[in-house]
């Protein structure tokens, strides 16, 4: 029984974890033009969510974003850690009861609990690269139709 409750429970934690969308109030992942051929892309996470899997958007953005923008590679710029650390307090609770036979009232108190949680993020610049056919990448350069095989399924399901 114990064993059912533990998956129900990873399940359904997995299950709030930032989805694969434009930056919104649960996360998300967006690109931001810079210049012609240099874009910001910033991912962010909930607290259910994995640093990993914020890598694994930044890298999917980036290889649509070169795809968008006519683009068969890209290449990382700069990436920087944009996590953030916040509490989540859950308030103490007081329950007193009274015993009308022996006039009496005793107090139970459960005090506040005090979350750690943090939000995994990710800013990361990228040039994207107009390599014609037949010509070589230069080195560092990601191609931006095999991240898109690779990583897309794994994401997007």
């Known amino acids: 029984m114990r064993c059912i409750l533990a998956i129900i429970s990873a399940i359904s934690l997995v299950a709030c974890s930032t989805p694969y969308q434009e930056i919104g109030f649960a996360g998300g992942v967006s690109a931001f033009p810079m210049t012609a051929d240099v874009y910001r892309i910033e991912a962010r996470g909930n607290g259910y969510t994995k640093r990993t899997k914020m890598q694994d958007f930044t890298m999917l953005k980036a290889a649509e974003t070169a795809r968008a923008a006519g683009a068969s590679h890209f290449m990382m710029i700069s990436a920087a850690d944009a996590s953030s650390t916040g509490t ?68 997007k399901g």
């Open 88 to 155: 989540i307090v859950t308030p103490g609770q007081a329950q007193t009861t009274f015993n009308p036979y022996t006039n009496t009232a005793s107090t139970t108190y459960s005090p506040a609990t005090a979350i750690p949680i943090n939000k995994p993020g990710q800013d990361t610049y990228i040039r994207v690269l107009r390599i014609p056919p037949g010509q070589q990448a230069p080195p560092g350069a990601i191609s931006a139709d095999d991240v898109i095989a690779t990583i897309g399924p794994r994401i």
